[in-house]
């Protein structure tokens, strides 16, 4: 049973291109997550989707970030006009979402975003 | 609001040795707590995880953490320290009401050393 997936494993762009981050998650699950970790920090939730449904964006930046979670294919998490402190580790995790208040986050391995 | 406070940035211990990672959180009500492992460039790897009963969770890997309400704490716990554990430990705290977005502490390092 393949864990969560997330691609590219690190990406790397300049200032103002856009960044494009995949997550993949559990045979079965239809939740997904989103977090960002900053160096030296734990990590911060930005978002959580169900499939075609933002349920919670209260941790995304009110600009350049967005988040969809379509009805076929992975979840996407894209930044626009990327700047230098966009450079982090962005985890995905998904959950099964049978029951709200037990449901269990399993974590990808990240993406690892590098803005030169 | 709730937060997750991890005292310890950074712990050092002898293979073999016994280990303890603090883990305090502030929340309204009963949480549901948890604990995570990074190894360097890695994910997150779920170790053990409290919602309700037996207040002493087992977890893999031999590890095991102790919810204490009076105390506020989640602290995980391991008799006999390999090499293999060397990583960054995370506690993380869940909402009971339904909403689903964990809060991270800012993790533990450990460096296990001969």
């Known amino acids: 049973n393949a864990g969560v997936m997330q691609n590219p494993r690190h990406l790397v762009r300049r200032r103002g291109q856009e960044a494009r981050l995949r997550c993949s998650p559990m045979?079965?699950?239809?939740?997904v997550y989103w977090y960002r970790q900053l160096p030296e920090e734990g990590l911060k939730f930005m978002v959580y989707?169900?499939?075609?449904?933002?349920?919670?964006e209260s941790g995304m930046p009110k600009e350049r970030f967005s988040a969809e979670f379509p009805k076929e294919g992975p979840s996407i998490l894209r930044i626009q006009q990327v700047v230098r402190g966009d450079s982090a580790a962005y985890f995905c995790?998904?959950?099964?979402?049978?029951?709200?208040?037990?449901?269990?986050?399993?974590f990808g391995p990240g993406t690892r975003l590098t803005v030169l | 609001a709730q937060s997750v406070t991890q005292p310890d940035i950074h712990i050092t211990v002898s293979e073999g040795a016994s280990l303890e990672l603090r883990c305090n959180y502030s929340?309204?009500?009963?949480?549901?707590l948890f604990w995570y492992v990074q190894s360097p460039g890695q994910g997150l790897q779920l170790l053990l995880k409290?919602?309700?009963?037996?207040?002493l969770v087992q977890g893999i890997k031999g590890f095991e953490a102790e919810f204490k309400r009076s105390q506020s704490s989640f602290n995980l716990r391991k008799p006999s320290v390999h090499w293999s554990d060397a990583a960054e430990y995370f506690c993380?705290?869940?909402?009971?009401?339904?909403?689903?977005?964990?809060?991270f502490g800012t993790g533990t390092r450990l460096t296990v050393i001969p």
């Open positions: 045979k079965g699950h239809s939740h």
């Open positions: 989707l169900q499939k075609e449904n933002i349920i919670d």
């Open positions: 929340y309204g009500a009963t949480p549901y």
């Open positions: 993380a705290v869940g909402h009971q009401t339904g909403a689903n977005n964990l809060f």
């Open positions: 409290y919602f309700s009963g037996d207040t």
């Open positions: 995790a998904s959950s099964p979402g049978q029951t709200r208040v037990t449901d269990t986050q399993y």
